[in-house]
């Protein structure tokens, strides 16, 4: 039986698995589903058609699937398995598109994710990061207090997003971005490490990156990118695609 | 006693003053002390090994006391501590500590911490400091008396701000903040690099020195950071002139700032148990850690 506080209010067509935790004070609503293990701590809104897989952790005073408008319809908000969301996170969402969180990622306190934002799996975002609205995050991506990514935009797998940064355009994996707009800073090689990459697969990672980016740190060199598009090494091959795919377009200004 | 008389939920085993007034929609867990005259406003949430003292005022969907975001952290028996007449505005966030950073988070007397503001594991805030809003306080940071943190700042892990130091809003406080001086961002758009850029007026006014020390200082402080290069020569020749009260903290400060990590001397304690631990836990809790460390 799941064990929720008699000052919950929890709507009757909810779907609540067993031994599911609910503090006192929170809201669960008519279409959400909320899978096994799941620990909702009190004063926590969880509206909209939002599904909570297994094992995840909810803080207090977090608002999960909140429409972006609060006369707005109901949308869709999928979060996988073992997340922390911490307190005042919000995650909103929208009826166009869904907001997808995965696996066992930790989003602190005063978290914000957008409406239709895509977080992978095993990311860390930092207090008061902000996703915007339809912006991707990929594996293993760090964010750090107050950065910010601009709708729609991109942060690379494994990738490090510094303190006050703005993403307003894609960011490659595997670096290390600052500022607003962002600059290329680097190789985010304590993560790379971390995540149990080779030597050799990073000194390969460094030296693409400085080859792409020699000097400016922003435009990535068209000669440097059509080299490594066909390296032998399937971690530069991906950077190198990622670059391609994300950078031309958006590097105008 | 004036206790509001809507639903709250407050654990049988805490222990809360009679004088003291939870509000609506409040959560307090069971390991948790509440002291007279304390006011927790609607919904907030003390949990945690959480002492507050007296005559605090804690405002709307304040979280005091919960786990700290640090992966290293596995469950242990750890402290939040509040003293006295702090003022929390809505919002606030204050984890407890972690074990292998010194079992405490400890905030004084007389703070005042503004909407948003979040205060993590294992840091030391002292008396009379003025926190503003947003202010994200990393682990195992120390703020002395008096200090002032504007709006917006992000602190970095280990940073010591010193006394009547300030920080200005929007600023990344990526080092050390030396006592009575004014760190800040050149620009507002953040483009310059933060920096000591002057002395702090409104802190030396508040540390109400004598003229003479007043005079010292300044001087002290301008031949310091008016240009920052080859500090520590500076420093070693003002040392050899025999310096005394505030000019001596100014330069055992930045001395220890240099020896530090990035300019940030914490950074040395890095998997130990700070010195402030062993001073700010009170005998009874010093116990309980030596018996969990068991």
Known sequence: MPEISPLAIVAKAAKIAGDVRIGPFSYVGDHVEIGAGCIIGNNVTITGKTVLGENNQVFPMAVIGTPINAAGEPGTCVIGEANTIREHVTVYCSRDKETCIGNDNLLMIGCVVGAG????????????????????????????????????????????????????????????????????????????????????????????????????????????????????????????????????????? | MTIVTVTREIAPAARVSPEAQIGPFCVVGPDVTIGPGTVLLRRTCVVGHTAIGSNNVIGEGCVLGSTPQDLKYKGHQTFLLIGHRNRFGRAVTANIGTESGGFVTRIGDGNTFADRAHIAHDCYVDNDTRIGQSVLLAGHIRVHDGAV??????????????????????????????????????????????????????????????????????????????????????????????????????????????????????????????????????????????????
């Open chain 2, 149 to 294: 943190i504007e709006d917006m700042v992000g602190v970095q892990h280990f940073v010591t701000i010193g006394r009547h130091a300030r920080v200005g809003s929007g600023t990344p406080a990526r080092r050390d903040v030396p006592p009575f001086t004014s760190f800040y961002s050149e620009n507002y758009d953040w483009s310059g690099p933060p920096a000591v850029r002057g002395v702090h007026e409104e802190g030396i006014a508040a540390a109400n020195l004598d003229a003479d020390e007043e005079k010292e200082l300044r001087r002290a402080l301008h031949e310091l950071f008016d240009d920052e290069t080859a500090l520590q020569t500076k420093i070693e020749q003002l040392v050899n002139m025999g310096v005394e009260g505030e000019v001596a903290e100014l330069c055992h400060f930045v001395q220890c700032s240099l020896q530090g990590v990035f300019g940030r001397h914490r950074e040395l304690n890095r998997g130990k148990v700070p010195s402030e631990a062993e001073t700010y836990l009170p005998p009874e809790l010093k116990v309980v850690v030596r018996e969990s460390l068991r």
């Open chain 1, 117 to 253: 934002a895509t977080i992978k799996n095993h990311g860390i975002f930092d207090n008061c990061s902000h996703i915007g609205p339809s912006a991707l995050i990929e594996d293993y991506v760090r964010m750090s207090g107050f950065a910010a990514v601009g709708s729609g935009r991109k942060v690379g797998a494994y990738a490090f997003v510094t303190g006050y940064a703005s993403v307003d355009r894609d960011a490659p994996p595997y670096s290390r971005v600052q500022g607003s707009p962002i600059r290329v800073r680097g190789v985010n090689t304590t993560n790379l490490k971390r995540c149990g990459f080779g030597d050799d697969d990073i000194r390969a990672i460094k030296s693409a990156f400085r080859d792409l980016y020699n000097g400016s740190s922003n435009a990535p060199r068209p000669e440097a990118l059509s080299r490594l598009l066909k390296e032998s090494n399937p971690y530069v091959r991906r950077l190198a695609e990622a670059v391609q795919a994300g950078f031309p377009e958006r590097q105008s200004e």
